[in-house]
């Protein structure tokens, strides 16, 4: 009997235990962490051993197979002694592929990666097709494969969970975009996180097809890494010769050896640039996976973002309250921003993550009016904005940061929750952050 051990007890790590033991493997879970409470009781009952709050070496050295949680990097000195030892080490995402029979969209990007995955299995499930969800959104794949697989999968990928990837090979590969992100794991080099990005090619060939954003920079910085030989799928805001989908006479116009065809953007629930990016991909996608065409515009008109990501809360007395706590790095907040004409009151801070503010000193520049920080230590973010925003307040209460916005705020204003930065000194996670955020703001619209 095959010894598998998991490394990490999160939602990657418990979907892997329950699938692995369901292959009829010996599973052993070890998280340095506390494990779950109704986790554990889940172990327990199908006969899991486990151990938290600790990784016992001797223990994953018996391991014939470990199945690491993304957020562990291979450099780590655990891992990379487990790997020295001749041990296989792999994510949960490569581990599940071996034991689904269907087709794989792959998407990742810096940004725009959950709104993109939504969409694509929105549009895919409206034509009818028999379609699954995971990667980063919802319960695990591995989890879902214990009780059924479906003819396609649409995955959102992290480039940690690319890293992990040996014979994964996608049908589809997304790449909405590269810009600077966790680059701590990376040594600070952009073309390191980038190649991470363009490794979700690497097994792809001519049956494959690869969808990306011609018009990034860094995506054409990083292209010739490519070891994959998928059909070019680029899309772009503007028509040029050679792109599949773009941005013609308030139309999206997308290519494919079927033919063209046209949405209206009147016809989309989600606006701005950014989201048209997003809307190309995933409509090219769902074209590709065999999607009529004519079953495409009314799963657009249909579709419901992410919770998180750009969720209007509520009005009070006249002013939007909009929930981006997804909106985790620069170039997330600095598309939020753009977003809207109206005057803004903006609420970010948290865990700086090498953040260049720089780059939204032309978005706030006579759009934000107000800057709320919330975080333990401001003072990087007071001083990018210091005379650039007319008024800056700083709390670590997010009732406090929705209390002032509705005390200064004008009716016709947003008051934008789009931290720019991780959650993780005041809460669980961005989650956790946006949940609070508008539990804040329905708790003022009853007061009102």
Known sequence: ????????????????????????????????????????????????????????????????ALIKSPGI?????????????????????EFAYAFTKGKVIAITGTNGKTTTTLLTHHLMASAGMDVGLAGNVGKSWALQLCDEDHAWWVLEVSSFQIEGFVRFRPEIAVLLNITPDHLDRYDYDLSRYAAAKVKLTENMDNK???????????????????????????????????????LQEQELVIETVEGKCAFPLTSMAIKGKHNYLNTMAALLAARLAG?????????????????????????????????????????????ALQAFEAPIIWIAGGVDKGNDYGLLEDRVAGRVRLLICLGKDNEKLKKAFAG??????????????VEWALEKGRSGDVVLLSPACASFDLFRNYEDRGD???????????KQ
Do not use: C, W
Request: glycine share 8%; net charge negative; charged share 25%.
């Open 1 to 64: 009997m095959q010894q598998t051990t998991i490394i990490g007890s999160g939602e990657s790590g418990f979907g892997a235990a329950l699938l692995a033991h369901k292959l009829g493997h010996r599973v052993f879970v070890s998280d340095a962490g506390a494990i779950r409470e109704d986790r554990k009781k889940v172990y327990a009952q199908v006969g899991i051993s486990f151990e938290e709050r600790q990784h016992s070496m001797d223990k994953l050295m018996q391991a014939d």
């Open 73 to 93: 990097p291979f450099s780590n000195p655990g891992i990379a002694r487990l790997l020295a030892a001749g041990k296989p080490v792999i994510d949960e995402l």
């Open 208 to 246: 494959g097809h690869f969808i990306y954003h011609r018009e990034d920079e860094n995506i054409q910085a990083a292209i010739h890494r490519i070891k994959g030989s998928p059909r070019h799928y680029p899309f772009a805001l503007e028509p040029a010769p050679g792109n599949n989908s773009y």
């Open 291 to 335: 999607a009529g065409a004519e079953r495409l515009e009314e799963g657009l008109k249909t579709f419901k973002n992410a919770a998180h990501r750009m969720e209007v809360v509520a009005h009070i007395h006249g002013i939007e309250f909009i929930n981006d706590s997804k909106g985790t790095n620069v170039d997330a907040t600095g598309f």
């Open 388 to 401: 650039k925003i007319p008024e800056i307040l700083e709390t670590q209460q997010i009732a406090q940061a």
């Open 436 to 446: 609070q955020f508008r539990e804040a703001v329905l708790q003022m619209k009853q």
